[in-house]
């Protein structure tokens, strides 16, 4: 979930921040998510950054930066078949924290058998087999977040 900061509130202000002077502000402390409520008005800016994109961490005082790339996803073998995330959220590997895993690299799974949980909007949904086959690798740590067609697992396919 985006990082929500709240603009300074100026008790002097008697007018409202514009929108380019919220979107300004989101883009010089590069900010996901900024939204303002003031006299009843409310203005919300989200940004969306370009898949690809690199992200510098952020930097304190004396330490160097740190440039962090994205992950490229492993090359898949014509014969497997990825399951890909259907949504953004938190991908979870079992039911609960206390659980086994529902599956792990190795095991044989039947066509709809539930590989995985993604977390969205408080939501848990379900995430299930294409194929009936062996899990061959599972791409992706658990409670870490996902994006829209990103890679959790290879099936090989049962022949």
């Known amino acids: 979930m985006p990082a929500r900061k709240s603009a300074p509130k100026n008790p002097g202000a008697g007018a409202a921040p514009t929108?380019?002077?919220?979107v300004e502000l989101a883009v010089k402390h590069d900010l996901a998510e900024l939204e303002v409520e003031q006299g009843g008005a409310r203005i919300r800016v989200v940004r969306e950054r370009a898949a690809g994109m690199v992200a510098a961490a952020p930097r304190t005082e004396g330490s160097p930066a740190t440039i962090t790339a994205p992950v490229a996803e492993p090359a898949v073998?014509?014969?497997?078949?990825?399951?890909?995330?259907?949504?953004?959220?938190?991908f979870y590997r079992s039911?609960?924290?206390?659980?086994?895993?529902?599956?792990?690299?190795?095991?044989?799974?039947?066509?709809?058998?539930?590989?995985?949980?993604?977390?969205a909007m408080k939501l848990m949904n379900e995430i299930e087999s294409k194929a009936s086959g062996r899990i061959v690798k599972i791409l992706v740590?658990?409670?870490?977040?996902?994006e829209f067609g990103q890679g959790l697992f290879l099936v090989e396919p049962r022949t």
């Open 95 to 119: 039911p609960g924290p206390d659980a086994g895993p529902f599956v792990q690299e190795g095991d044989t799974v039947k066509e709809g058998q539930v590989l995985c949980i993604i977390e």
């Open 19 to 22: 929108v380019s002077e919220l």
């Open 77 to 90: 073998a014509a014969h497997l078949i990825r399951v890909d995330a259907p949504m953004v959220g938190t």
């Open 141 to 146: 740590e658990n409670a870490q977040p996902v």
